[in-house]
């Protein structure tokens, strides 16, 4: 499923989500092969903040986002 546009916190929650289920169905992150599931969250969060246009370094903390995640 394509990542949906946006840049408020939700959409980008949402798209690291999808990323991060990709890569444990597939084993990639688009074309890439992250060999540990941190270096996958890394990618994916990049990615998200990518398609937002914004910076990583956001008011919030990476692991926040990727723990609340996972965990849902």
Known sequence: ???KKGSSK???S???GELMRSFKKTGKIGTSEPESTKEAQK???AIAYSK???SKKVNESFNSIVSSI???
């Open 70 to 72: 996972l965990n849902s």
């Open 14 to 16: 949402k798209n690291i």
């Open 10 to 12: 939700k959409t980008i």
């Open 52 to 54: 937002a246009g914004k």
């Open 1 to 3: 499923m394509p990542l």
């Open 43 to 45: 990618q994916a969060t």
